[in-house]
């Protein structure tokens, strides 16, 4: 059965909590008067599942907004939690198009991979909208699917040339589990390498969960790289961290990460994190007018034992805004369109934009752990 949430009848918007997906397919395509729900595709097991707290709690976030105004389309808002892990048991593309063919759905926002989002597009079909708001390799053309999250050549480029510069970077290893956006990404990475005029010293996949970074790191170390791009996802990318700490491997080699955020920071622990960087278009300790508005919104809703702050699950909170301004300004244009086309899409976020060549695009910022946090922002 759903959960239900006490405050609910005293505070209608306060929380909105998920339908969970049995109950249903229980009730099969009934759905609430006027209700308008929204299928929450994040990853709630595996390596990724370390985001989903902060993901569910920032969406809520939304809901708590979207439906002290107008809901979406004049009808209150209901998410309906879905796990969108690689790991989970259900194939993904089995239970969206169930649930689209029953009627039960009217959108989908995804925080997750993109090796789902590739299998996704293919089963959607434009019958619903589809907001995709992590980072992400880029090139998603299409129609009726929506990332917003920032790219290789927004968020890596810039970083990489900034640190090599800065560090006096010549040869470069990287690492990644073995799916499309690691391997996208380091695409674009070796293109900057040769830009830069650095070298290559090694590029390595492995697969999700791998029990032990033990030989991943030893090959680190025997490829003499001066700095490493770690695209290893959650538990993953804590388990590399600590094992590189454990060395002291920070004396010899820099990091740089494009998905480490305020969870994984705080899993890998204070000592294993000297010399790492991440790059992205939120923090959660970013001091920016948009940050601090939203920050206060998120624990004035959760208390200040809410889960950590951070750009993965920021981005699910911006992903339902977006797809209200989407619907209410556009209409059924989104069935014709796709992210290449770059609407002009308004709407909440905890991020900032600022035009770029003609397009308003998020800023992008390369920060540096310290213990448990982020400092020394860099706007890129």
């Given at each position: 059965m759903p959960r239900e949430d006490p405050d609910l009848g005293r505070q209608p918007d306060a929380l909105s909590w998920p339908i969970e997906l049995a109950d249903l397919r229980e009730r099969g395509p009934l759905r609430a008067p006027g209700s308008f729900r929204v299928a929450l595709l994040i990853p709630m097991c595996g390596p990724a599942g370390i985001w989903a707290p902060s993901c569910i709690s920032c969406a809520q976030v939304a809901v708590a907004e979207l439906n002290r105004a107008n809901?979406?389309?004049?009808?209150?808002?209901?998410?309906?939690?879905?796990?969108?892990?690689?790991?989970?048991?259900?194939p993904i593309e089995e239970i969206v198009n169930e649930l689209i063919e029953l009627g039960a759905i009217d959108a989908i926002v995804g925080m997750h991979l993109s090796a789902v989002r590739q299998r996704l597009s293919k089963v959607v079909q434009k019958r619903i909208p589809y907001i995709y708001t992590p980072l992400y390799e880029g090139g998603e053309t299409t129609?009726?699917?929506?990332?917003?999250?920032?790219?290789?050549?927004?968020?890596?480029?810039?970083?990489?040339?900034?640190?090599?510069?800065a560090f006096r970077l010549k040869k470069w290893a990287?690492?990644?589990?073995?799916?499309?956006?690691?391997?996208?990404?380091?695409?674009?990475?070796k293109s900057c390498l040769k830009q830069m005029g650095a070298a290559l010293a090694m590029e390595c996949y492995v697969p999700f969960g791998l029990p032990s970074m033990t030989g991943l790191v030893e090959k680190v170390v025997a490829s003499g790289a001066d700095a490493v791009l770690v695209s290893l996802v959650g538990q993953d990318a804590v388990r590399f961290n600590r094992e590189f700490g454990r060395r002291g491997l920070h004396r010899s080699i820099l990091r740089l990460s494009c998905?480490?955020?305020?969870?994984?920071?705080?899993?890998?622990?204070?000592?294993?994190?000297?010399?790492?960087?991440?790059?992205?278009?939120?923090?959660g300790s970013v001091a920016t007018e948009e940050n601090a508005s939203f920050k206060e919104r998120y624990y004035a809703l959760h208390g200040e034992a809410a889960p950590a702050?951070?750009?993965?699950?920021?981005?699910?909170?911006?992903?339902?805004?977006?797809?209200?301004?989407?619907?209410?300004?556009?209409?059924?244009?989104?069935?014709?369109?796709?992210?290449?086309?770059?609407?002009?899409?308004?709407?909440?976020?905890?991020?900032?934009?600022?035009?770029?060549?003609?397009?308003?695009?998020?800023?992008?910022?390369?920060?540096?752990?310290?213990?448990?946090?982020?400092?020394?922002?860099?706007?890129?």
């Amino acid at each position: 059965m759903p959960r239900e949430d006490p405050d609910l009848g005293r505070q209608p918007d306060a929380l909105s909590w998920p339908i969970e997906l049995a109950d249903l397919r229980e009730r099969g395509p009934l759905r609430a008067p006027g209700s308008f729900r929204v299928a929450l595709l994040i990853p709630m097991c595996g390596p990724a599942g370390i985001w989903a707290p902060s993901c569910i709690s920032c969406a809520q976030v939304a809901v708590a907004e979207l439906n002290r105004a107008n809901g979406i389309q004049g009808r209150r808002v209901q998410l309906v939690m879905i796990d969108a892990a690689v790991e989970a048991g259900e194939p993904i593309e089995e239970i969206v198009n169930e649930l689209i063919e029953l009627g039960a759905i009217d959108a989908i926002v995804g925080m997750h991979l993109s090796a789902v989002r590739q299998r996704l597009s293919k089963v959607v079909q434009k019958r619903i909208p589809y907001i995709y708001t992590p980072l992400y390799e880029g090139g998603e053309t299409t129609p009726g699917l929506f990332a917003i999250g920032e790219t290789p050549r927004e968020q890596l480029g810039p970083a990489m040339t900034t640190l090599s510069r800065a560090f006096r970077l010549k040869k470069w290893a990287l690492i990644g589990n073995d799916y499309v956006w690691p391997r996208a990404s380091h695409s674009y990475a070796k293109s900057c390498l040769k830009q830069m005029g650095a070298a290559l010293a090694m590029e390595c996949y492995v697969p999700f969960g791998l029990p032990s970074m033990t030989g991943l790191v030893e090959k680190v170390v025997a490829s003499g790289a001066d700095a490493v791009l770690v695209s290893l996802v959650g538990q993953d990318a804590v388990r590399f961290n600590r094992e590189f700490g454990r060395r002291g491997l920070h004396r010899s080699i820099l990091r740089l990460s494009c998905a480490l955020e305020e969870n994984g920071l705080m899993a890998c622990g204070s000592g294993n994190l000297e010399r790492h960087f991440s790059v992205s278009s939120y923090f959660g300790s970013v001091a920016t007018e948009e940050n601090a508005s939203f920050k206060e919104r998120y624990y004035a809703l959760h208390g200040e034992a809410a889960p950590a702050l951070n750009a993965l699950g920021q981005s699910t909170y911006e992903g339902l805004h977006y797809l209200a301004a989407l619907l209410r300004n556009f209409g059924d244009v989104w069935r014709e369109r796709s992210t290449r086309d770059g609407l002009p899409v308004i709407h909440a976020s905890g991020r900032s934009f600022a035009q770029k060549n003609g397009v308003k695009r998020a800023s992008v910022y390369l920060a540096r752990a310290d213990g448990v946090q982020f400092c020394d922002f860099k706007l890129l």
